[in-house]
């Protein structure tokens, strides 16, 4: 499927967060486009006015004026020279050393001139005055002129070679080219504009592609999250509270993305714990019927069976046998019912946690020191024989809330449970097994991890065991974990079931929530508020 394109709009926030962005970068850019524009308008009418272009031409002819003066000085002085008598008498009597005497000496007399030379009609050298040192280009420059030496048959000229201060011919030069570039720009006066305007033009439209672009993309990453809150409380709405939203970025989407999965948990947990607790509450009050029904006649069973063994004559061995037996076995299901209907009765009178603040590492550790008392007992099968209890609780404080004398009924349990699973593992006395009860900090509470080296709970009884009247056990009744399961949802906890990788056997986790967490009163299934979705199956604790 073809990906959209960047500027098709999926909604009207979108579009507004790209029109917010496009203005805000648009309306500087045409406030400085006009103001430029009249900057521009404004400096060419000052710098390209036709009056400055007319004092330019006015210097340049000064500049030009002055420069033609000093030439013509100079041809006047080498027309002087030209007429001067004694070179001309000197050239006559072919006397070449009087000439060049002639000249070096008119040389000397004015310190404009570098060099003086008499050239013949074929250019050849007829006598010469060289200059007495080079002309520093830098400071001056040469200019020759060449004169006709006046009634010489012999028709020779005279090259008079002057040394012209070089700061005016350069000005010259530099204020031409200036006039001539000034005169260039106003002729395309217009061009420049045109070409400036174009350019902004330019800026501006390319401007705001970008900014359209980059405004659909930001918002864009705006309304995805959006998006993705709206879909997941249609979820939410239409009864799946498995919905969760991608929390990605720093800012308060972010929260409240965070916030959104938050809360659908926390429902999710409260809902689960509100069906779990609805079913317990019926799985007790069918107990209390039960342990009712079942109670009333064993007396009476009982008290009859007993009369009927009184009151035999012994006239007959056989039967006194028979009569003996069945007593003991009536007398041992008896007890093994009443037994079951204690179990019924305990399970239909669980009390309902009443929570108050506390520190659990010293709830914990005050635990541990009655579990010796708990589980030992005069019996050579005792559980409490049969593994070591190590407790690794911090120092630190940990508060919670808690109902120390149901949190505790529920250790001690794990820990019997566990003592009881190794009885089947225990090659030896020597060689007990090996229990440990620790703790977690994690980011939504502390976590109570009992675990030990027996076998372990079957993968396929995990999701169950914590269900009324499941067990692994041939004694058991299958009510302790439900117990513990419904206390600790009682304490806005959850409990749960794995493998230890520490141990490799069984490892039961209790997590209880932090003091802000907690809730104030235990919930219970009379607390149970009317909600717009189905009832979900119980959750995995």
């Known amino acids: 499927m073809a990906a959209p394109l960047p500027l098709r709009f999926r909604g009207k926030t979108e579009l507004r967060l790209a029109l917010i962005v496009l203005a805000t970068a648009i309306v500087p850019l045409v406030t400085a486009i006009v103001f430029a524009r009249s900057l521009f308008d404004r400096s060419v009418s000052v710098w390209l006015n036709p009056e400055v272009g007319k004092q330019l031409d006015r210097g340049l002819d000064v500049y030009r004026d002055y420069v033609l003066a000093k030439k013509d000085a100079l041809r006047s002085e080498a027309d002087v020279l030209a007429q001067d008598d004694e070179l001309r008498t000197s050239l006559e009597g072919r006397d070449r050393s009087r000439t060049e005497k002639r000249l070096a000496h008119l040389r000397d007399g004015n310190p404009t001139i570098s060099e003086l030379r008499i050239e013949g009609e074929d250019s050849t050298v007829v006598a010469s005055a060289p200059p007495k040192k080079p002309i520093d280009e830098t400071l001056a420059r040469s200019f020759e002129v060449r004169k006709s030496i006046l009634d010489d048959r012999s028709k020779r000229t005279l090259l008079a070679v002057f040394s012209v201060e070089r700061q005016r011919f350069d000005e010259l030069d530099a204020a031409t080219r200036t006039a001539a570039e000034y005169h260039r720009l106003e002729a395309s006066k217009s061009d420049l504009y045109d070409g400036a305007l174009r350019a902004y033009v330019v800026l501006l439209l390319a401007t705001a592609l970008l900014t359209v672009l980059l405004g659909t993309v930001l918002a864009r990453g705006v309304t995805r999250r959006v998006y993705r809150l709206v879909g997941g409380m249609q979820r939410v709405a239409a009864g799946d509270l498995s919905a969760r939203v991608p929390v990605t970025g720093a800012d308060e989407l972010t929260e ?35 342990a009712h029904e079942i109670k009333n006649p064993l007396t009476p069973i009982q008290l009859a069976i007993e009369e009927c063994h009184r009151r035999y ?18 007398e041992e299901e008896v007890a093994t019912l009443r037994r079951l209907v204690e179990s019924f009765s305990n399970f239909a009178r669980m009390p309902t946690a009443e929570l108050f603040p506390d520190d659990l590492a010293r709830f914990l550790r005050e635990t541990s020191e009655n579990v010796g008392t708990v589980e030992g007992g005069e019996g050579p099968d005792d559980e409490g024989a049969l593994a070591a209890v190590e407790w690794r609780v911090p120092n630190t404080s940990m508060p919670v809330m808690v109902d120390r004398q149901l949190l505790r009924r529920v250790i001690i349990n794990l820990v019997r449970n566990a003592a009881q699973a190794l009885r089947g593992t225990r090659v030896t006395d020597d060689v007990p097994g090996h229990i440990v009860v620790r703790t977690e900090v994690r980011p939504e509470g502390y976590a109570i991890i009992v675990e030990d080296d027996g076998p372990g709970v079957p993968e396929a009884m995990r999701d169950r065991i914590f269900d009324p009247y499941v067990t692994s056990k041939d004694d058991g009744d299958g009510l302790g974990l439900a117990i513990a399961k419904k206390i600790i949802m009682e304490h806005g906890g959850a409990i749960s079931v794995g493998e230890s990788a520490a141990l490799g056997g069984a490892a039961f986790t209790l997590r209880l929530p932090l003091v802000e967490h907690a809730p104030r009163q235990a919930p219970s299934a009379n607390t149970l508020s009317a909600m717009p979705v189905s009832t979900p199956p119980p959750s995995r604790a």
């Open 256 to 290: 409240l993305a965070a916030g959104f999965n938050r809360m659908v948990g926390e429902v999710d947990r409260s809902r689960s714990t509100i069906a779990y607790l609805e079913r317990v509450s019926a799985w007790q009050e069918m107990a209390q019927r039960l």
């Open 313 to 330: 004559d012994d006239t007959n061995p056989a039967f006194r046998r028979l009569l003996d037996t069945t007593l003991e076995v009536v």
